[in-house]
């Protein structure tokens, strides 16, 4: 289940709750920060818990990103997103499955492309107290869906309060699971791109049976 889902990044706590609107100011300054990035890069640890039956996985991966193009590397999964099409491609199967990219941005498919492509409308804000961890001044803003019919209960965005980089993103559902993805490096200067590196690299895989749920006009 963890390794259908995919990828997060940033969370933490400590001292005195503001408003609503502080946090929102927050998040805006974090996400304008964020798309101002032509690209960028992370190394982060993903978590998965079951609270129900106490289980829980922890994956390292690498998540490129730049706009609405990313391409996570986790273990045994790779996930490429062009824009256009998105390949979800499962190692111990040898199958890759191919969807639209679709205009809305699931937070199972990209966190934080989630995140600052739905701050503005998506969700209700709430401020945590800011805190220090690993020598870190921190912010931590809980946000809740609009979306009743949302799966997910709350999302906690976790941010560096000087730099803006990203640090935890945890986010929690209504059967009882949590996600979180903590940030190990965040590089906002990233270069030498190959091209094609939001593409899934068919030949490297040839021999892999292919799911195509694009429609004709996709493909």
Known sequence: MFKKSILFILCCLTTIVVTAQDAKSHIEAFVKKMNAYPIVEM???????NLQDNATEE?????????NKFRILMGEIE??????????YNKPV???TIFPAGEAMDITDNPLAYITANYK???????K???TEDGKQLKEIEMFPNDRKSNY??????????????YIINY?????IRYTVKVINFASSVTNIEDGSFIYPAQRYPNAEVVDLRGNNLK
């Not at 409308?121 to 401020?127: E, L, R, S, T």
């Open 94 to 96: 040898d199958e890759v």
């Open 43 to 49: 190394n982060f640890i993903a978590k998965f818990e």
């Open 121 to 127: 409308n998506g969700f209700k804000y709430k401020q």
């Open 172 to 176: 929690n559902t209504k059967d009882g």
């Open 129 to 131: 107290p800011d805190r």
């Open 59 to 67: 994956h390292r991966g690498t998540l490129l990103y730049s706009g």
């Open 79 to 88: 996930v490429y997103c062009d824009g256009k099409s998105k390949w979800f």
């Open 153 to 166: 209960i709350s999302i906690i965005l976790t941010f560096e309060a000087k730099s803006l980089s990203p």
